[in-house]
């Protein structure tokens, strides 16, 4: 299940220029408050947010919320900086309900 797979797509309504043109509503993202049971790992070269991802959680594909989670780093890249200290999140399954009840799934 990629980021996208539950965001709704929309259609444009009549418009001069394009009628019809389908596109993804907004993603919001929801916080991820601290928890105690998080892990903390120094980042090595090579790393990278889907890779974390799946060894931490089983699917590369919630790469984003490791990625949310560490809010000053670097987010246009999946690739980390080695040496960096990097929190992943224990809570999978609320930060993906929380995702899902912000962006009507």
């Not at 224990?90 to 309900?97: E, T």
Request: glycine letters at 8%; charged letters at 15%.
């Amino acid at each position: 299940m990629g980021r996208y797979t539950q965001i709704p797509i929309r259609k444009k309504q009549k418009s001069k220029t394009v009628v019809g043109k389908r596109f993804y509503g907004t993603t919001i993202y929801p916080q991820i408050p601290l928890n105690f049971q998080d892990t903390y790992v120094f980042t090595q070269m090579g790393d990278r947010f889907d890779i974390i991802a799946q060894q931490y959680y089983g699917n590369s594909n919630y790469w984003w919320v490791i990625s949310i989670a560490n809010e000053t780093l670097k987010q246009s890249s999946l690739y980390l900086q080695p040496g960096l200290q990097i929190r992943i999140p224990s809570q999978l399954g609320a930060v993906l309900s929380e995702f899902n009840a912000l962006n009507g799934n």
